[in-house]
C-alpha cells in the first residue's frame, strides 16, 4: 500500500516561514495531484492548495499570494512553502495524494498531519 508523512511543522513567530514536506512511499505506479488542507479544532477541514498532473495550482483566499505549493516527481515528494506567516494559519496541516497503486486502482491518500504553530 502507499502513505504519506508530513514533516517540517513546528513554530515560528508572525511574519516569518515554513516549508512543509510530504513523502509519499509504497507500491506507487503515479500521482495525479496533491493538496494541502489544515485543520483548526473545533472548525472543518480546509483546502488551502491544490496541484495538479498539468502543474496548474490553486489556492484557498486566505492564503493565496503567501503560500506555494509544489512538487518533486522523482522523489513523489509535494511541498508547501509558507511567507508571511500570521497567527491564524496555525493549524494541523494535512498532504493528500491520489495515487495509483502497482497494479491496482487509484486511491485517496491522506497523511497523519503536521502542526504549524504561529506566535504574534
Known amino acids: 500500500q502507499v502513505q504519506l508523512v508530513e514533516s517540517g511543522g513546528g513554530l515560528v513567530q508572525a511574519g516569518g516561514s515554513l516549508r512543509l514536506s510530504c513523502a509519499a512511499t509504497?507500491?506507487?505506479?503515479?500521482?495525479?495531484?496533491w493538496y494541502w488542507y489544515r485543520q483548526v479544532p473545533g472548525k472543518q477541514r480546509e483546502r488551502i492548495a491544490h496541484?495538479?498532473?498539468?502543474?496548474?495550482?490553486t489556492y484557498g483566499d486566505s492564503v493565496k499570494g503567501r503560500f506555494t505549493i509544489s512538487r518533486d516527481n522523482a522523489k513523489n515528494m509535494a511541498f508547501l512553502d509558507m511567507n508571511s506567516l500570521k497567527p491564524e494559519d496555525t493549524a494541523v496541516y494535512y498532504c493528500?495524494?491520489?495515487?495509483?497503486?502497482?497494479?491496482?486502482?487509484?486511491?485517496?491518500?491522506w497523511g497523519q498531519g503536521t502542526q504549524v504553530t504561529v506566535s504574534s
Open positions: 493528500n495524494a491520489v495515487i495509483k497503486i502497482i497494479d491496482g486502482g487509484w486511491n485517496d491518500v
Open positions: 509504497g507500491n506507487i505506479f503515479r500521482i495525479n495531484a
Open positions: 496541484l495538479a498532473n498539468d502543474d496548474s495550482t
